[in-house]
């Protein structure tokens, strides 16, 4: 994780390190924190285990300013993956994950989510929360007003009842909206949209987790887009 904040040039404030338990990898990464100006304060033995937020602290700990963004600064031209309410910070790190993979342009946490900085988030993100832009967000209903207000289109994701995930046309500047574990979208939430998808389940399991469906959602847009660019090409070359 200190890693992938270095290279994406987030504001590392503070590194502290236990000397005796630092692998090769360790140190490496200390050099490069060391070389960007990081001040790296040495740890007594035990005291990560002490402080840090795991069973099975790291040697190596630090401390980086948020790097959240306004709603207004992400580009308009693109996916944005939308988090209404979703609670376990492992599928909000999962989703943040797989959005940075399939190259979206941004993910925003509306009100009611779980906190963005939650430790197992941070991990569960493996670095993507460094190199996607991410957004705390308002309300749902306004995050919608703002997105479809900048020219994108509105889409939620439902179990079932909703167009299938293989026709739906997610190739242009489109928001796509992930629901709580539970209860999933809000009937309000729903009304304001331009439409529902899901994705078709074959086997006997009601729904997928909303990390998952999240990362089925996106790497299918990121498949729409490609095929696009690739017609595009085909007809201008």
């Known amino acids: 994780m200190l890693?992938?904040?270095?290279?994406?040039?987030?504001?590392?404030?503070?590194?502290?390190?236990?000397?005796?338990?630092?692998?090769?990898?360790?140190?490496?990464?200390?050099?490069?924190?060391?070389?960007?100006?990081?001040?790296i304060h040495e740890l007594d033995e035990g005291v990560a285990h002490r402080v840090g937020s795991s069973t099975a602290p790291q040697a190596v700990l630090a401390v980086i300013g948020m790097v959240d963004v306004g709603l207004e600064q992400l580009s308009a031209d693109g996916l944005v993956i939308v988090c209404s309410q979703v609670a376990d910070p492992g599928n909000m790190g999962t989703v943040l994950r797989s959005s940075e993979a399939a190259g979206a342009i941004g993910v925003v946490c509306a009100a009611g989510s779980v906190d963005l900085y939650n430790s197992k988030c941070v991990r569960a993100s493996a670095g993507a929360l460094f190199h996607i832009p991410v957004v705390v967000g308002d309300e749902t209903v306004n995050v919608l007003e703002q997105l479809s207000g900048r020219g994108l289109r509105c889409v939620g994701t439902s179990a079932t009842g909703g167009e299938p995930l293989w026709t739906a046309d997610l190739s242009g500047p489109v928001a796509v909206l992930v629901g709580n574990e539970a209860h999933g979208l809000g009937d309000e939430v729903v009304s304001l949209l331009d439409g529902m998808i899901s994705i078709p389940i074959s086997?006997?399991?009601?729904?997928?987790?909303?990390?998952?469906?999240?990362?089925?959602?996106?790497?299918?847009?990121?498949?729409?887009?490609?095929?696009?660019?690739?017609?595009?090409?085909?007809?201008?070359?």
């Open 3 to 39: 890693s992938e904040a270095l290279a994406a040039g987030a504001s590392v404030e503070a590194v502290f390190v236990e000397p005796g338990r630092m692998s090769g990898a360790d140190q490496r990464v200390i050099e490069a924190a060391a070389d960007a100006g990081v001040t």
């Open 203 to 237: 086997g006997r399991s009601e729904s997928l987790n909303v990390g998952v469906a999240a990362s089925v959602m996106a790497f299918e847009a990121a498949r729409q887009r490609q095929l696009a660019r690739d017609s595009k090409l085909g007809r201008d070359g």
